[in-house]
């Protein structure tokens, strides 16, 4: 029985090693693997060992590898190096001098060698580059369409707060992808007048895109993204006198009894004969202002304190003043743990001041990042929520900031629900970072007072609190011909954020269960610490703005390859936890960094050992589940047995088996797992 059984896995190796053949010959030279989207673009590009590509070929690597035409150019935006010695270097892609709004790529380039590149790539033809419309009247149709009743820069006092300025409008083409009748993706390039519109009553902010020709609204992308979808809205008042500061004279360590996580230490200013919260320590400052339920930024004062010890007897008080307290301390500890975690200074990653102003209107039950500042409500209680500066909340607004300045991941759909995602994780890593006793997993737990809720959302169980845990599963938000708009959270983005989130608790913690699509899994987590490089990876260096789950997959799958290795543990558990949140396949097998061609194989999941580096040369090893020991037994293609052992992991000798697949039986005492291994 057994044999018939390798003779079966013999014939489809046979014919899974001849189609590995044909497709390393159908390759470029250069590449190892190539990963395409939804629309068939290549989204990544991984290079083999023998890529002639250096870190100064970009041109003729977006010429080669993404085909790109004479009429169209990449520019060079930013260039960051990691903490692994990768430099990233970002380009932005222009058509005859029109930017392509979203088209982002990035090279990824160490020790002079280009390893990789990805990104949002739109070939263009045919594309026309004439508006019709002048810039003044499709700023008059984006205004119409916003229907508000004042904007910022009619405050000129207001807008220099917020560093805003009215816009004048860019030329851009816009990427658009729509539906056919068989839910296929289709691409349209549209030219647009980009605006970037600042609403005070009712107050709004995000970027409205004109078409050039038509004048009819293409799209919105939301730069004040709130806490949650529970909203209502809120006037922006005319300019009012700020009151000015003294000049600093001091910068001290203050205690702080802050209402929601106890008594903690702060940087604070002497400022004259008061104390007041302003930190010059951290980038260019961290400073909380007391909008005294008003809406006017220009009319916000300092919060102060005569001795420096912000006692609960002081701010403990009707006005929720201690609340402020929250807000400063979550600001300095968001700043820390990207500097300390990530290396990452401030938001903008080049020291950006964080500025948070608290008490904003009044029972205003929501908190915002508005491009430039935080603006924290007080809630209106019973009901709905107290006043909102826990500090999982500042760091979910402050993440948002983060990945304006990374991944920039539009506000729609499923990139949308994967910003609000990414804001959920730094709010829980960043409450484990400084709070660590607090319920990691709720978002929001410190505020919520409605009646039948625990938290805003829940990242363990999602589905407590109206969310999906499954792509596709249960209360997900369909994205099959949805039009973004606030009406319906732009497509969901605050429900479908789930998926996501749970991802990062299986990641962390481990689970073992079946999905809504029935797909059956079991998990060892891999701690928080390396949960949060590797999403910070994904986030930072490869997602783009337009992105979908399948491509979170794709390069949370890469950024723990880039940190861990191939075949790691930890790029193990990255794909299974994306198979356990219906996102791709579970994972099957290992590709080492020397091989040119991913190995194909029938074997089912299970991570009761791993085999690595595969395809292998001399030495293969092997990584057992808690480390148990067992037999080992080595086949052909044909079934005959040509090698055996004991094991309790680490190195076997295969120097002596000729190239080809050959097949690796382990027996743990309790069952027998084969799995293929190539040896060239």
């Not at 205690?255 to 302003?278: F, M």
Request: proline share 2%; glycine share 8%; hydrophobic share 30%.
């Amino acid at each position: 029985m057994k044999t018939k059984l390798l003779g079966k896995i013999a014939l489809f190796a046979s014919v899974s090693f001849f189609a590995l053949e044909t497709n390393a010959q159908d390759a470029t030279k250069n590449v190892k693997e190539k990963f395409t989207d939804e629309r068939g673009k290549p989204s990544l590009i991984v290079f083999n060992e023998k890529s002639t590509y250096k870190n100064t070929d970009s041109e003729k690597a977006f010429r080669e590898q993404l085909e790109l035409k004479d009429n169209s150019s990449f520019a060079k935006t930013k260039s960051e190096t990691d903490k692994l010695g990768f430099s990233h270097e970002k380009f932005q892609l222009f058509h005859q001098g029109i930017k392509v709004e979203f088209s982002t790529y990035t090279l990824h380039s160490k020790s002079g060698k280009l390893e990789s590149m990805s990104g949002e790539f739109y070939q263009l033809e045919n594309v026309n580059t004439r508006p019709v419309l002048s810039k003044q009247q499709a700023l008059n149709s984006a205004l119409k369409q916003i229907g508000a009743a004042t904007y910022l820069w009619e405050s000129p006092a207001e807008a220099k707060i917020n560093d805003y300025q009215k816009p004048t409008g860019e030329l851009v083409l816009l990427p658009l992808l729509d539906e056919d009748s068989k839910g296929k993706k289709i691409e349209q390039i549209r030219l647009a007048y980009k605006f970037d519109i600042y609403a005070t009553n009712p107050i709004s902010r995000g970027d409205v895109y004109i078409d050039a020709i038509t004048g009819t609204t293409l799209f919105y992308n939301a730069t004040i993204k709130h806490l949650d979808e529970f909203s209502n809205g809120g006037k922006h008042n005319s300019v009012n006198k700020k009151s000015e500061n003294n000049a600093a004279t001091s910068f001290v360590i203050a205690n702080a009894d802050t209402r929601y996580s106890g008594s903690q230490s702060i940087q604070t200013t002497l400022s004259g004969a008061s104390y007041i919260l302003a930190d010059a320590t951290r980038g260019n400052g961290v400073m909380t202002y007391n909008m005294k339920k008003g809406t006017s930024y220009t009319a916000a004062v300092n919060f102060t304190d005569v001795d420096n010890n912000w006692t609960a007897a002081e701010f403990n008080n009707v006005n929720k003043d201690n609340g402020a307290l929250d807000a400063h301390w979550g600001a300095e500890k968001t700043y820390d743990y990207f500097s300390a975690v990530h290396g990452r200074n401030s938001y903008n990653n080049a020291g950006a001041a964080i500025k948070s102003y608290v008490h904003y209107s009044s029972n205003y039950n929501n908190a915002y990042w508005n491009g430039s500042v935080m603006t924290y409500g007080d809630g209106s209680g019973t009901g709905g929520f107290d006043i909102l500066t826990s500090i999982d909340v500042a760091g979910h607004e402050i993440g948002h900031a983060v990945c304006t300045n990374t991944a920039n991941l539009a506000y729609q759909q499923e990139s949308g629900a994967m910003n609000e995602a990414f804001s959920d994780i730094w709010g829980a890593c960043i409450e484990y970072y400084a709070a660590p006793n607090k319920q990691l997993w709720l978002i929001g737990e410190d505020i919520e007072r409605r009646s039948g809720h625990l938290a805003l959302r829940s990242m363990s169980n999602p589905k407590s609190e109206g969310q999906p845990d499954t792509y596709g599963g249960t209360n997900w938000i369909s994205q099959t011909k949805c039009r973004p708009s606030s009406r319906n959270d732009y497509c969901g983005v605050h429900t479908n954020s789930g998926v996501l989130n749970h991802w990062f608790y299986i990641l962390t913690q481990g689970k073992t269960g079946t999905n809504d699509k029935g797909s059956s899994y079991s998990i060892t987590g891999i701690g928080i610490d390396k949960a949060a490089k590797i999403t910070y990876r994904l986030e930072s260096v490869y997602l783009s703005a337009n992105s979908t789950y399948a491509n979170a997959r794709t390069f949370g799958i890469q950024a723990a390859t880039d940190l861990y290795g191939a075949g790691s543990p930890e790029v193990i558990a990255t794909t299974n936890a994306f198979y356990a949140v219906g996102v791709g396949a579970a994972y099957s097998g290992s590709t080492a960094k020397t091989s040119a061609a991913k190995v194909a194989s029938t074997e089912t999941t299970n991570e009761a050992f791993v085999l690595y580096p595969n395809p292998a040369t001399d030495v293969l090893s092997i990584s057992i589940k808690e480390n148990k020991s067992g037999s080992y037994k080595i086949y052909n293609s044909f079934g005959f047995e040509l090698q055996n052992g004991k094991t309790s992991g680490g190195e076997i000798n295969v120097s002596t088996l000729t190239k080809g697949i050959y097949f690796f039986e382990l027996n743990n005492g309790q069952e027998t797992i084969v799995k293929t291994f190539i040896k060239k």
